[in-house]
């Protein structure tokens, strides 16, 4: 089992903008390992593509089912091996019934503990029609296969009162990059967060809550030290001006879905060692 330890790369940072995912004149891109944000309003799709391994984690909503299903069709997606459903909010669970009807997928990974039985009785109809494999996550659980590292921070303990705070925290280390994807925590899953110290000197942030201000203090910001930070956001209820601020107070990068859709982010290694993260992005 890999380690998450020091930093002992350096990390230059290139931004580059495209109106088409196949456009990016990067040769064998389906060889890359590679991580991308969809623009699916105000609710969360990541994938992390890889030659030969595939996850999904949150399915957004409903409403961007299609959205997502053509993704994976252009992206030549046709096994999914894992999909992580961070926690029972419809946008991260949504488009969990057409992802299944669509793709083969290998293993389904739930969250443990909701506090709205009701919604997880909801994914658990989807699920068990679909005969798919599942199991029940929680913190300690560890996923590791080439370049990519999966490790779930959360939840330690059940919330009896707010769902977002039963969320599944996942930092990763993919293609020599660290990232921390922080699903819907609230601040007191943040304090959680913030107990670990492996999440020191992030490359890349998936922000919180689609930035709400529910988190993201400026506590958590300083430790995390994030070079991009990625929001999942619809421009209206999100993101809140207080978590952009304290994101470029620290001259992090913010990358908002709704100003610059699907975002993608990999990397390159140079002759010299030297890890380039390149961010790029596609409006729909």
Not at 37 to 56: A, H, P, Y
Not at 118 to 130: A, F, G, L, R
Not at 259 to 269: A, F
């Amino acid at each position: 089992m890999k380690k998450f330890g020091k930093r002992i790369i350096a990390i230059m940072i290139l931004f580059l903008f495209t109106t088409c995912f196949n456009a990016f004149g990067i040769e064998n891109l389906s060889n890359v390992t590679r991580v991308q944000v969809l623009s699916t309003g105000q609710s969360d799709v990541i994938l992390i593509l890889s030659k030969e391994f595939n996850i999904l984690i949150d399915t957004g909503v409903e409403d961007y089912s299609s959205k997502l299903i053509a993704h994976l069709k252009s992206e030549s997606v046709d096994k999914l091996d894992y999909v992580i459903l961070t926690h029972y909010h419809n946008d991260h669970f949504g488009g969990l019934e057409a992802v299944l009807k669509s793709v083969k997928v290998a293993h389904l990974m739930l969250p443990e503990f909701c506090v709205n039985k009701n919604e997880k009785e909801k994914v658990m109809k989807v699920v068990e029609s679909s005969k798919v494999k599942y199991e029940y996550v929680k913190a300690g659980w560890y996923l590791e296969h080439n370049d990519i590292h999966l490790k779930a921070l959360t939840p330690t303990k059940p919330s009896k009162v707010l769902e977002n705070n039963n969320s599944m925290v996942l930092l990763g280390e993919i293609a020599d990059l660290r990232y921390l994807f922080m699903a819907d925590a609230e601040r007191d899953l943040e304090k959680q967060v913030m107990k670990n110290n492996d999440i020191k000197d992030i490359d890349v942030l998936k922000v919180a809550h689609h930035g709400i201000g529910s988190g993201t203090y400026k506590d958590f910001v300083r430790k995390v030290k994030p070079s991009v930070a990625i929001i999942t956001s619809n421009g209206e209820e999100s993101p809140n001006s207080e978590v952009v601020k304290n994101l470029t107070d620290i001259k992090c990068n913010v990358f908002r879905t709704d100003q610059y859709g699907d975002i993608m982010v990999l990397s390159e290694k140079d002759d010299a060692g030297v890890v380039h993260l390149e961010v790029y992005s596609r409006k729909n």
